[in-house]
Structures are given as structure tokens and as C-alpha cells.
Nanobody
Framework: QVTLVESGGGLVQSGGSLRLSCAAS????????IDWYRQTPGKQRELVAD???????NYADVVKGRFRISRDNAKWMIYLEMNGLKPEDTAVYLC?????????????????WGQGTQVTVSS
């Protein structure tokens, strides 16, 4: 079983910065692509950024140049540095990961979400 726990959210003024973290734990063998999504009430979950196991990154147009995703495979940590925050960035930010975990029957695929961390940007 794999658990993803996000942290680092909070209240920040427009133009400010936050650094979100996602800690993956469990008998992880490998993590493939990792994503950060965000969700606001009444809206569809939105992909913010993702990073492959090789470090290739992809960003939503609305955050390009302001957000940076990174990962530390040795610690199973994923980060999202957010700069130049705007009120429209207010959302619950969720970490999502796919990979393989060592289960009772050997290596098994996993596809897990964290609980999310709230980011609120005031104008």
C-alpha cells in the first residue's frame, strides 16, 4: 500500500510564494509520472504539472513560468514551488502518483491520490 501526504499549503497574499510537498510512503519499488492537480468547488479537477521518472516536466499554460515541479526519488518526495501566486490559484492541491509497490504477491501497480492541501491566495 502506498500513501501520499501533501503539505505546505496555506494563506498567502497575491504575488507571494508557497512550496508544496508530497511525501510518498510504502514499499515503493518505482514511481512513474507524478502529477499535481488542483480542484475548486464546482469545477473539474485541473492538471497543474507533472514530472516523469526521468525528470521531464509539463505545465498547464496558466502556471507556466510561475510554478516548478521537482522530485527526489531517493526520498520519494515531490515538490511544487509556486511563485507569483494569484487569487485564481486558490484551490485544494492534490498529489497523484503511479508506480509499483512490493505487495504480498510481489510487485504490484499502484495509482494513488493524496488528500490534498489547501492553498488560498488573497487579493
Amino acid at each position: 500500500q502506498v500513501t501520499l501526504v501533501e503539505s505546505g499549503g496555506g494563506l498567502v497574499q497575491s504575488g507571494g510564494s508557497l512550496r508544496l510537498s508530497c511525501a510518498a510512503s510504502g514499499r515503493i519499488v518505482r514511481i512513474y509520472t507524478i502529477d499535481w492537480y488542483r480542484q475548486t468547488p464546482g469545477k473539474q479537477r485541473e492538471l497543474v504539472a507533472d514530472i516523469t521518472s526521468g525528470g521531464l516536466t509539463n505545465y498547464a499554460d496558466v502556471v507556466k513560468g510561475r510554478f516548478r515541479i521537482s522530485r527526489d526519488n531517493a526520498k520519494w518526495m515531490i515538490y511544487l514551488e509556486m511563485n507569483g501566486l494569484k487569487p485564481e490559484d486558490t484551490a485544494v492541491y492534490l498529489c497523484h502518483a503511479r508506480g509499483t509497490v512490493l505487495g504480498s504477491l510481489g510487485a504490484q501497480e499502484f495509482n494513488n491520490w493524496g488528500q490534498g492541501t489547501q492553498v488560498t491566495v488573497s487579493s
